[in-house]
């Protein structure tokens, strides 16, 4: 199974506001000693690690400005810049390991919404600061350490107006041109761009399976804290292990803990010339009792107003990783595209009937319309049969419980297997368990 491969060490958090709770405050001397000595053992080259270690981040909100702060053991280089449609500002600096505890969370009262930090490419660390007001942004200060302090970043925000911000505001030209290339990403693993005719190997069909989310962006989180992010890679590299021992060629988008955008998703199941392309996730509703698996293709316009929100949700993952989405590139910017090619969307959801059927013997459905339509942006190769599946409602304390079983994940991906080989008219080799099957 071939697979986008990232190295380093990730956590992410999300963090957003809490007015009811105070600011925590810098760790002590002594935790950043102990930290220090947690860092793994000797790399060969004299130091502990490679990487920087992240200590603590920290708010001063005040009236007139409002102070950011990032703590390291290492100097690192910091990039900044800002963006727009949603207000963003964006840190970037070389990959390092996470060791925050208790990170310091905006009151949301004033010009900081919310932030998150992780992984954003290999080699690549990234914070995203959501806004709830436009700022101008002063370049970033490296200080060195002091009274107990480890090294610090520190971004000043000046309130602005959002003509000024406006004016400012865009990935700088090097970096746009860089992730605007979708060989950037997908490079390592797929055939160059515009080459699709990549023959499987004794003409095996091909399945790509994209976990969905990622990264800097973690989805939907649970009701007993487990990520979406988490829960679809478990699962597609399940899928992955028994598609391949059933007989077909299967990549992944990714199989470690790393954003990849919404276009280069599409991007590596059309270098492959994929068969069939599976986006996995899981799903949350404010309504604490639904729960059920569903599963979703591409339409023009959403079978439902819950379908064409959900489809919303998930299209803004690429603005939760600070992806630039100006210009005629961007992968959200025009959701819907040509469905011309009327024979790709039938036979995804052909799989999609099937997907449901299989699916359920092995766990709970949506009881209404388990099979919906909505305008997701992975969805969106005219050239691929596709599907997004739904793996539960991480809202839901069932739901969530089962999701986070071996022995559902097993199942489940058993079940969706039996669907591809419907799909390809192969039998199935193993049946599907019941949903009380303990194995």
């Known amino acids: 199974m071939k697979r986008l491969l990232a190295a380093g060490i990730f956590v992410l958090a999300t963090v957003g506001t809490a007015d009811s709770q105070p600011a925590t405050s810098a760790p002590d001397p002594a935790t950043i000693e102990q930290l220090l000595k947690d860092l793994p053992a000797d790399t060969g080259q004299g130091a502990k690690s490679a990487e920087p270690l992240v200590i603590d981040a920290r708010i001063g909100e005040h009236k007139d400005s409002t102070r950011f702060v990032v703590e390291l053991s290492d100097p690192v280089t910091v990039r900044m810049f800002t963006l727009s449609n949603p207000n963003r500002v964006v840190l970037d600096m070389p990959e390092v390991l996470w060791r925050l505890q208790n990170a310091a969370q905006p009151s949301g009262k004033g010009v900081v919404k919310s932030y998150r930090y992780g992984l954003f490419r290999p080699g690549d660390a990234r914070f995203v600061i959501d806004l ?7 370049e970033p200060m490296i200080l060195p350490p002091s009274e107990g302090h480890g090294y610090r970043v520190v971004l000043d925000l000046y309130p602005t107006t959002q003509t000024q911000f406006d004016r400012v505001a865009g990935w700088p030209a090097d970096m746009r041109a860089r992730e605007n290339a979708a060989e950037t990403v997908v490079a390592s693993i797929a055939p160059p761009k515009g080459v699709k005719n990549v023959p499987a190997p004794n003409g095996k069909k091909v399945v790509v399976i994209d976990a969905g989310h ?3 962006d973690s989805g939907t989180l649970g009701v007993n804290g487990s ?8 699962e597609a590299i399940r899928l992955g292990h028994v598609l391949e021992k059933r007989g077909y060629t299967v990549h992944l988008t990714r199989d470690t803990d790393i954003y990849i955008p919404l276009r280069e998703r599409v991007n590596i199941a059309r270098g492959y010339d994929a068969d069939l392309f599976i986006s996995l996730h899981a799903d949350s509703n404010p309504d604490s009792t639904v729960e059920g698996m569903s599963v979703y293709t591409l339409s023009e316009s959403g079978s439902d107003k819950e379908a064409a929100a959900l489809a919303k949700k998930e299209n803004q993952s690429d603005i939760i990783a600070g992806v630039d989405l100006s210009g005629d590139n961007s992968p959200v910017a025009s959701i819907l595209i040509d469905l011309a090619q009327r024979e790709t969307m039938n036979r995804s959801s ?45 809202s839901n304390p069932h739901d969530c419980k089962q999701m986070g079983t ?34």
Not at 227 to 234: G, I, Q, S, T
Not at 360 to 389: G, N, W, Y
Request: no cysteine.
């Open 227 to 234: 990520m979406e992010k988490d829960l679809v890679l478990d």
């Open 132 to 138: 709830n007001s436009p700022v101008r942004a002063a």
């Open 214 to 216: 990622g990264g800097i």
């Open 350 to 394: 052909g799989f999609a009937e099937n997907v449901v059927t299989r699916l359920s013997s092995a766990t709970d459905i949506l009881p209404r319309e388990p099979h919906r339509s909505a305008a997701f942006a992975v969805l969106k190769a005219p050239d691929v049969p596709a599907v997004l599946i739904e793996l539960g409602y991480l």
């Open 406 to 439: 071996d022995v559902w994940r097993n199942r489940v991906a058993g079940a969706i297997a039996d669907a591809v080989d419907r799909q390809f008219e192969t039998p199935p080799q193993v049946p599907v368990a019941s949903k009380g099957d303990p194995g």
